[in-house]
């Protein structure tokens, strides 16, 4: 029972990938109330001072309200995504970004990174390289989806996938809220 044919085709995707295809992964997620993040004090910038540098702060504001693919609560009320597995290098212009999968097989595990790629792509400067792996121990496939997910060509295929784009648009549509 495919609905989306050209998904399977998708080196990050499968068939299974799509709650919209059949039954849910995870019916029962753990659900954790959302914290709120204070952001240590910026030093006070003088008037020669042009780089704002970025922060694990600034990337998680970014991917927290991305939403899972499967259920209608966001990555952050999942754990899925969590500020302190956040890792930011502006002077080397590196960020790691480690996620925890609700569960250890789960097969939505490299949609949800392609998720984060994708939000991450389109608001961060170019400058940055972005190193996006699964919190290791946490999923029974960690180094495939890692592999997957940091596959420069292995995720612009992806991205040429018209449904599976589809699928990360709507899991991104409103994270700038």
């Not at 970025?54 to 609560?73: G, M, Q, S, T, W």
């Not at 961060?124 to 029974?140: E, M, N, Q």
Request: hydrophobic share 40%; with cysteine.
């Amino acid at each position: 029972h495919i609905l989306h044919p050209r998904v399977a085709s998708s080196p990050l995707a499968s068939p299974n990938d799509l709650a919209m295809l059949g039954e849910l992964i995870n019916p029962n997620p753990v659900i954790y109330d959302v914290r709120e993040i204070r952001r240590e004090p910026l030093p006070a910038l003088s008037e020669d001072d042009t780089i704002d540098k970025f922060d694990a702060f600034e990337v998680f504001e970014l991917i927290r309200r991305i939403n899972d693919p499967e259920h209608p609560l966001t990555l952050e009320q999942l754990k899925v995504a969590q500020y302190e597995n956040i890792h930011v290098d502006d002077d080397t212009s590196l960020i790691r970004i480690y996620f925890t999968p609700t569960i250890p097989h789960c097969s939505m595990a490299t949609l949800i990174g392609l998720s984060i790629r994708v939000k991450l792509l389109r608001s961060l400067p170019s400058r940055f390289k972005v190193d996006i792996k699964v919190t290791p121990g946490t999923h029974a496939q960690e180094d495939a989806v890692n592999k997957q997910l940091n596959d420069k060509e292995r995720v612009a295929a992806a991205l040429e996938n018209s449904s599976l784009l589809e699928v990360v648009n709507k899991c991104i549509a409103h994270t700038d809220e």
